[in-house]
């Protein structure tokens, strides 16, 4: 296969992973290191979800691959043909059909199920960073389950604004123990991790951590009792498909100020419009 | 009335030296071989010339100067207590509950109104803080210090205002035994008349007190005994290097 | 009448301990007891071995030798043998420690309010209102204008943030309060009234406090007991007035000289 391993990467690398893997999933939330290889993309482009892939990745399985819920953006264009290149496998648009889906910063509509794995690219894993710098500190944070700074940030969100404004990176607590960063999904999204059916796998390419959040597992999203965890809400439906369940993007159609709001997940737009046609 | 014969306060044998490290080892004996008892309800006036330590004495007896001979009893209906032998922390509950002192001069947090240096040994004690400013005003009112300057810090006020402050933050305690380091040297003859019935309505109370009074004629009025200190119980002879090196703790 | 109580409940003791980066240099041989509801000051020059007393009474720092022990109410800990999450659990839930710098001891990133919450959110509190609530009484209680909670410690003076650090530390009610030279780089002005509200919460709370300060003025006007630390070594212990007055060692002598009384 023009002179690559399969899924580009050696088979000892892919063994690392997935032992890490494994630890990720017997400590659900809790980030492994791994050691990272370097890809044929710059850091911040998913090298940590690829890699991720290509060691899960077998002979029969279907990928899907999408950007901000797109399948049409580059970098989700590039990631498919890199894997239809290097792995030979069959890769799909649709939710349904696919056992593995990579994503950058979105989690389907269509709820996933039993058998499929998520797989997030992830830029700064540690949720305890913007406040601690020193990685043994926020380990040592981790291990004594010294949380109280996280709600420090959301304290000076509803002190600043009336609410909370964090809107993606939301933290969740995993299995009532790890602080996690659920990757910058936007909070509309916290809800889809909570006892999930399908395995959801976090990978960090330039931190060189990975961690992950088994199928059915408690995820809860930080907030306080008289400020509860709540999702973002729009006027108006998708413009293209109708729904009203969906994340959507706003998009700017003219010069004139003209805009409309859509689904940013394409797949999802596109069976609902077919399913209301 | 048969408690009242039984005296608080038994001292024998006083004495106290200080050693100067910086001047070579350089030994004052400042007092030598002193005794007196001191019941409650009495009030004994130190007397003799300046710097033959009275307030040595005081201070001795407050914790403030360390006992370098002899013994200081406290009386107490379930055992005696010798000042010379009580560690550091056992003061502070002792000048919160049973030794108060009136000292020369006020030294207290800058910037502190004057009522709340007065309420100050009451809360101390757990006092409710309405009860003790109550308690404060009246006694400022008493000693006629002007309402106007009880919000005040006494930092800026005159030697006699802050002087009365100092005589009502130590009378308010209601110690049982009192020290007073000259409380009448800078009042004006109508405060010291005001000064001179606290001692006596304390006396009434059953307080014991030790007093050095430089007017003699509030020494007439308030003194049951008059203690003379001359200078036998002073070896003036400095011993230079007698007491060379380290003290001990 | 009776005996009063004269032998208050130990809370902390140092045995024997000992930490030395060099000859000289660090503590040697301390013993200590600190006292429930006491306030006992470090006192001596810079490099005498207080602030490294401190940090091994707080359990920032292991010593070399002896131990540290602490009398909670339920138990008695030593220190450095129980656990680190134990121990740093200890320092959030039941101690405090006031810096000499405020900026050392707040979160400058975040809001007055955010500053004083965190204590009580690392606690478990989970109630804005309440939070809010509790940092608006703090903030009054340390004479900070309640109005400024959302404002940045950054925009407050030294004094000011000085003040926001204690509210941030007691909030808690901590049992155990270590202070390094808390009133050391405010002005003289500043200092008196932070002086007078210490000594306030102290009675209030009921707090134990050690104190470092090379400021003798501050140490007669807050600490009970004094000791006087020397090359590393405690040279003379004693109520405060005793030490300051009446002061028995060579070194404790020369440095109660050399200070300025106005």
Known sequence: MNGYNFAYLDEQTKRMIRRGLLKAVAIPGYQVPFGGREMPMPYGWGTGGMQLTASILGQHDVLKVIDQGADDTTNAVSIRAFFERVADVETTTRATDASVIQTRHRIPETPLVQGQIMVFQVPIPEPLRFIEPSETETRLMHALEEYGVMHVKLYEDIARHGHIATTYAYPVKVDGRYVTDPSPIPKFDNPKLHMCEALMLFGAGREKRLYAIPPYTRVESLDFEDHPFEVQRWEAPCALCGSQESFLDEVITDDAGGRMFVCSDTDYCRQHSEEVA | MKAMTRPLLRVNGLGKTFVLHGQGGLSLDVMQDLSLTLSPGECQVLVGRSGIGKSTLLKMLYGSYRITRGHACLHFDDGDLDLAELPAYAWHALRRDVIGYVSQFLRCVPRVPAVEVVMEPLLMRGVDSDQARGEAEGLLARLNLPQRLWELPPGTFSGGEQQRVNIARGFIGGHPLLLLDEPTASLDAANRDVVVELIQAAKARGVAMLGIFHDEDVRERVADRLLPLDDHMQRPSARLGAQHGEASQ | ?262
């Open chain 3, 1 to 262: 009448m009776k005996h009063p109580q004269l032998e208050p409940p130990t809370l902390l003791e140092a045995r024997d301990v000992s930490r030395l980066y060099g000859p000289d240099k660090g503590c040697q041989e301390i013993d200590l007891a600190l006292y429930r509801g006491e306030v006992l000051g470090i006192v001596g020059e810079s490099g005498s071995g207080k602030s490294t007393l401190l940090r091994l009474l707080s359990g920032l720092e292991r010593p070399d030798g002896g131990q540290v022990i602490y009398h909670a109410h339920d138990a008695t800990l030593d220190l450095y043998a129980i656990g680190e999450a134990r121990r740093r659990a200890l320092l959030r839930m039941e101690w405090g420690l006031v810096h000499q710098n405020p900026r050392d001891g707040l979160r400058l990133g975040v809001s007055a309010g955010a500053n004083i919450g965190e204590r009580l959110m690392a606690l478990g509190q989970r109630h804005y209102g309440q939070l809010r609530a509790a940092g608006q009484d703090w903030m009054a209680r340390v004479e900070l204008d309640a109005e400024r909670i959302d404002d940045a410690p950054n925009t407050f003076s030294g004094g000011m943030q000085q003040r926001l650090q204690i509210a941030r530390t007691l909030v808690t009610r901590p049992q155990l309060v270590f202070m390094d030279e808390p009133t050391g780089g405010l002005d003289v002005s500043v200092q008196a009234r932070l002086l007078d509200m210490l000594r306030t919460l102290v009675r209030e709370l009921g707090l134990s406090v050690i104190l470092v300060t090379h400021d003798l003025a501050v140490a007669r006007l807050l600490a009970h007991r004094l000791v006087v630390m020397r090359r590393g070594r405690i040279v003379e212990a004693g109520l405060t007035d005793q030490i300051l007055d009446d002061p028995q060692h060579a070194y404790s002598q020369l440095l109660v000289s050399s200070v300025l009384t106005p």
